[in-house]
């Protein structure tokens, strides 16, 4: 079992309750308030496995090397629409399980998931062997990647709505662990929690691995915020009532828009 060496917010327990003015304000004020938990958070989201560039990474931020983090930086773009992926696989998980789809089947998993982002998408990066290739490089932080994906997608939706003065790339997931590293743990603390159960109908193994998983830890002072739920489609149940084990991929399937954008 792995937990994250990320130090706990100061002050009273955070439970956030007013996500507008959160958001809204942390985002226009542009400022990092929480280094000491953005910068290794980030950190664990980007570089999973590999400790010593973690390090590097958080010492170029204590040294305030301004060039030594923009090379950093460089290589997020990628990232980023690897870490949407992820989060296309965990939310279509968790709908699967909260729609109570395919029991008779063994209920949710991460094949079926694939399956359906493979049937749908259109973009680069959303074929099967891909999507599995993603999710092994970052399964194990997949409830912060799957976190900073939806809060980013939310503030985004607010500023369709109500235009925050912002241009689209300061919406980035990246900058909603930097900037809202508390909101972005407190959402994964509820995914946590769902990828480490044994779920009635599911498969004998859990989302998430127990063992290899990065956990948030006990001590980082905030509550956990629930997730939303949406609505598997008639065209999701015929791609998974099609879909049979051992030929992944392989049947014709019928395109229609993204799972997630």
């Not at 327990?13 to 280094?35: A, F, H």
């Not at 970052?138 to 003065?165: E, F, G």
């Amino acid at each position: 079992m792995r937990k994250m060496q990320i130090p706990g917010f100061p002050g009273r327990r955070i439970n956030i309750t007013e996500l507008e003015s959160l958001t809204k304000g942390r985002l226009l004020q542009d400022i990092v308030i929480w280094p000491d938990q953005a910068v290794p958070l980030v950190g664990y989201m980007v570089w999973p496995n590999d400790e010593e560039t973690r390090n590097r990474w958080i010492d170029a931020h204590q040294r305030d090397d301004k060039s030594a983090i923009t090379t950093f930086e460089h290589a997020f773009k990628l990232i980023q629409q690897h870490w949407a992926r992820v989060a296309d696989i965990v939310h279509l998980h968790f709908d699967l399980t909260q729609g109570r789809h395919q029991q008779a089947r063994a209920g949710a998993s991460v094949g079926k998931a694939i399956a359906l982002i493979n049937a749908h998408a259109r973009s680069k990066g959303t074929g099967t062997a891909k999507l599995w290739e993603i999710w092994a490089a970052y399964k194990d932080v997949a409830h912060l990647v799957t976190a900073a994906i939806l809060i980013s997608a939310d503030v985004q939706s607010r500023h369709r709505l109500a235009p925050y003065r912002l241009k689209l790339h300061q919406f980035q997931p990246y900058r909603m662990a930097m900037l809202l590293p508390e909101l972005v743990i407190s959402v994964a603390m509820t995914i946590e929690n769902y990828g480490l159960q044994h779920l009635p109908h599911a498969c004998t193994e859990p989302l998430f691995d127990p063992e290899s998983f990065w956990r948030v830890p006990d001590s980082i002072n905030t509550v956990a915020i629930s997730l939303p739920v949406r609505k598997i489609t008639n065209i999701d149940v015929a791609v998974l009532n099609a879909r049979r084990a051992g030929n992944r991929g392989k049947a014709k399937r019928q395109k229609t828009t993204p799972v997630l954008a």
